[in-house]
């Protein structure tokens, strides 16, 4: 790349969010330059990790018409109530859970290493014809009459551009070093230690299936971080590994730091010895492949002072972690770094087209982040921020209240909304987004069936269609082929549906919280003895996947990864 | 490219220059820094923090949060070098 070049987009980092920036600006013929400090993209990032399902379905159109490398689907997370370790009292909630026959083939997250998906991205935005630079930080922007103008390199070097969207994440040096934002307290940061276990995939399958674990408990156990510095133990099944993290405020208000490294080695001591089912399980199965750490915003949108900083400034976009956007309640911040990289991106298109890049003009980003449904409810969830004062009280119905609302069942009662608003918002824009959301399920099941996403080095699955299920595609195509026309033909009507459904969304939460104390008995109870029939049927479909013809899937053309073959 | 026994799956690639640094006329040993470091960097000699060796430091910033005398000057690495992980 000549020194000096001029861009009309610069992105500053590869992460979650700055791929999807970059992608969309090239994709509007934009001179696009992304810009990452780390060798290779994603070998900085370090995170959980589930997506959870609404940042598919709501994301970046390439996302969830592409194939990405997904580790394993999650289909709920039961949650360990630990009392007393010792004597094993522990309760479980696992009300959070999409039941069969729906489950595993409807997910409510995907699990993925950072590395692989963000290089996905990556590579995306590279089709696209933004160009990536790897190995260089960037150290701060350049401005030009009080507008930034640009990005300053390590080597001195400046690259100049209309427009610098910064997606460097959490801890944001160069929003800082830029007077843009301040550095955040360490109240705001929760440190994750994160092993990686490398485990057999049928001992995965069988310990976990597609459930994620999480213990909570109180302090003397010793087993789960305590509740008032942030957060708990959570383990993630992927596909022949397990992702252990466990995380910790860096500070209480006015409290010292504590000394992490020697609770954590003490915590995951007691987890591995202590804890029944990593104990018994877990362990003989597994062993570390990877220890490392990171700190992450977990309670930036709680605080009206720092949820406030500026998201954006004369000729910059803040996305994502940068612009601390991370989840107060399920810790995470991918599907808020993809919307807002999306807005960001579009916003920047506008602007330059329009020949304003000053903040009179990008202010409509913060407004679009504040009129994102599922943005503002994810920075405003406070229920685990509340597990302090159970913590503080040792009060057993408010630990499992907090931990029923921010990971149980619960959690539709102030969830429902936000989902429903934006199910509404995609279906009015295009009623057939609901084929595409349907063949994403099917398409990422058999991705991670056969274990071959886009640009996977694996050789690729041919589906043998000599072995195809011949009636079990009919049926799809019908059914899926038969939805898409009546949406087509009965667009107009469901658009005003949805404005409607929209509008009326407002009572969901409300109604949920009425009906739940009566659906939640009901659904537990049904559970159990639905189950047998529900797996049978789970298990045709989960046969069906795996060998049907994955152009039954693919929403645009060549979004199956997975070629057919003709016999002969 | 250098590895620890302590933390598998991670890899330091040498270079990074002295991206944390500490302005001993600001610092009050307080010892946060030291606390809050998975990686040992850290350690207090004669009541001021020193940086014993970034060989494991995985770039988390924690220690420049919880120093409120404002004594630590934390940038990245020289971009390329540093930690670096497949498992993250
Ligand atoms: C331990 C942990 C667990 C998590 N678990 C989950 C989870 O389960 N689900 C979920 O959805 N989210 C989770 N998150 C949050 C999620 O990882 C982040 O919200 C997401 O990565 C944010 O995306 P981003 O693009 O804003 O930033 P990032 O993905 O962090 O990307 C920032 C990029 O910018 C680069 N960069 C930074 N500064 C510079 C610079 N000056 N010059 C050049 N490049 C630079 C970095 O190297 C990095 O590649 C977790 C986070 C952590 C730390
Ligand atoms: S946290 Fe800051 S003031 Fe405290 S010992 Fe470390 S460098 Fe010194
Ligand atoms: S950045 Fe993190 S690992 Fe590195 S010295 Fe600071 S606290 Fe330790």
């Known amino acids: 790349m000549p020194a000096n070049d001029a861009y009309d987009v610069v992105v500053i980092g590869g992460g979650f969010g700055g791929s999807v920036a970059a992608k969309k600006c090239a994709d509007a013929g934009l001179k696009t330059l992304m810009i990452e400090r780390s060798q290779n ?8 990790l589930t997506i959870p399902i ?29 009392k007393d370790i010792d004597s094993g009292d522990i309760d479980i909630d696992d009300s959070l859970r999409v039941p069969r026959p729906f489950s595993p083939v409807i997910a409510f997250g995907y699990n993925a290493y950072c590395k692989p998906f963000c290089q996905w991205q990556a590579q995306k935005a590279i ?20 507008a930034v103008a640009g990005v300053l390199l390590e080597d001195g070097r400046q690259i ?39 485990m057999d995939k049928k001992d995965v399958d ?20 305590p509740l008032g510095h942030g957060n708990g133990l959570m383990v993630w099944p992927y596909r022949n590994s397990v992702h252990f993290m466990q995380d910790h405020c860096l500070r209480l208000d006015g409290i010292k730091a504590p000394n992490l490294k020697k609770r954590f080695q003490e915590y995951h001591d007691n987890i591995t010895s202590k804890l029944p ?11 570390v492949r990877a220890r490392m750490w990171e700190g992450f915003e977990i309670f930036v949108g709680l605080d009206s002072n720092l949820k406030n900083m500026p998201n954006h400034d004369n000729g910059i976009l803040l996305v994502g972690d940068a612009a601390g956007l991370e989840s107060t309640e399920l810790c995470d911040g991918v599907p808020a770094a993809w919307f807002s990289a999306d807005m960001a991106a579009d916003v920047a298109i506008e602007a330059i087209r329009a020949g304003n890049t000053q903040k009179d003009f990008l202010k409509k980003y913060d407004e679009r982040i504040k009129a994102h449904p599922i943005i503002q409810w994810s ?62 399920f099917f398409r990422y099941y058999q991705n991670w069936l056969h274990n071959a996403y886009d640009y996977s080095e694996r050789e690729q699955r041919v589906c043998d269609s000599g072995n195809r299920p011949k009636l079990g595609e009919m049926i799809f195509k019908i059914c899926v082929g038969g939805l898409d026309l009546f949406l087509r033909i009965l667009s107009p009507l469901i658009k005003i549906l949805a404005v409607v459904g929209y509008h009326l969304s407002g009572l969901a939460n409300p109604v949920m919280k009425l009906l739940l104390p009566i659906i939640r008995p009901i659904y537990l ?8 029939i529900g797996n049978w049927i789970a298990e045709k479909m989960i046969d069906f996947v795996y060998r049907a013809d994955p152009s039954l899937f693919e929403t645009t053309k060549g979004s199956g990864h997975i070629k057919s073959r003709q016999p002969g | 490219m250098r590895t620890h026994e302590k933390f598998p799956g991670v890899e330091w690639m040498d270079g990074t220059g002295d991206f944390i640094r500490v302005d001993t006329t600001k610092c009050i040993g307080c010892a946060n820094c030291m606390n809050v470091c998975l990686g040992d960097c850290w350690e207090i000699v004669d009541q001021k923090a020193r940086l014993k060796s970034l060989s494991a430091c995985m770039e988390c910033a924690s220690c420049w949060y919880v120093c409120d005398a404002g004594a630590i000057i934390f940038t990245w690495p020289k971009g390329g070098t540093g930690y670096r992980s497949d498992w993250g």
């Open chain 1, 54 to 82: 609404y940042g598919f379905l709501f994301g970046p159109d390439f996302i969830r018409d592409g194939n990405p490398p997904i580790e394993r689907p999650a289909d709920g997370i039961i949650n360990y109530i630990i």
């Open chain 1, 41 to 48: 993209i994603g070998e900085k990032v370090i995170s959980g």
């Open chain 1, 160 to 198: 100049k551009s209309k427009i610098v969207i910064d997606a460097e994440g959490s801890q944001g040096l160069v929003a800082v070093k830029a007077g843009i934002r301040e550095k955040y307290p360490p109240e705001a940061i929760s440190l994750a230690d994160t092993y990686d276990y490398e």
């Open chain 1, 127 to 146: 089709e696209s014809g933004a160009e990536v630079q790897t190995s260089t930080t960037v150290l701060d922007v350049i401005k030009e009459n009080g």
């Open chain 1, 206 to 225: 069988r310990i976990f299936g597609y459930s994620l674990r999480f213990c909570w408990g109180w302090d003397e156990q010793k087993i789960a971080p």
């Open chain 1, 379 to 440: 920075i405003s969830g406070k229920n685990r921020f509340n597990l302090r004062y159970a913590q503080e009280k040792h009060d057993e119905r408010l630990l499992k209240k907090c931990v029923h609302l921010a990971w149980g069942l619960g959690q539709l009662t102030h969830s429902l909304t936000p989902l429903l608003k934006m199910s509404f918002l995609f279906i009015k824009k295009d009623p057939r987004i609901i084929t595409k959301w349907i063949k994403m």
């Open chain 1, 277 to 287: 089912w990593w104990r018994d399980e877990v362990a003989p199965k597994s062993s």
């Open chain 1, 525 to 532: 109870f049904l559970r159990k003895p639905m189950y047998p």
